[in-house]
């Protein structure tokens, strides 16, 4: 993976042949600003970038939102990798009424 906003001119270079020798294996996609919330790491409440997956049911009255769902943390500092295969987390997410 690589975060083109970030990269160095050698991580671009490096991937810029990676795609070329095969470009089937790759995709591009914008980067999208995410939300941060609170985390408790290291005995400390410091913000993580979060995507919310929720839950949705389909079944013969149709499809039905379930409360609560998974949310994805970037578990690095000002990392908006939130993918688990990649260096990310999940934390379970509660809907109070």
């Not at 995410?34 to 049911?57: E, Q």
Request: net charge neutral.
């Amino acid at each position: 993976m690589l975060m083109g906003e970030t990269a160095s001119d050698e991580e671009i270079n490096d991937f810029k042949t990676a795609i070329l020798k095969d470009p089937r294996s790759y995709i591009a996609q914008p980067t999208i600003k995410i939300s941060t919330v609170p985390c408790f790491i290291n005995g400390k409440l410091v913000p993580r970038h979060i995507d919310l997956r929720p839950y949705a049911l389909c079944g013969p009255d149709g499809i039905k939102l379930v409360p609560g769902g998974l949310t994805r943390v970037a578990l690095k500092e000002n990392s908006l990798v939130v993918n688990s295969s990649q260096g990310g987390g999940s934390k379970d997410t509660w809907i109070i009424d």
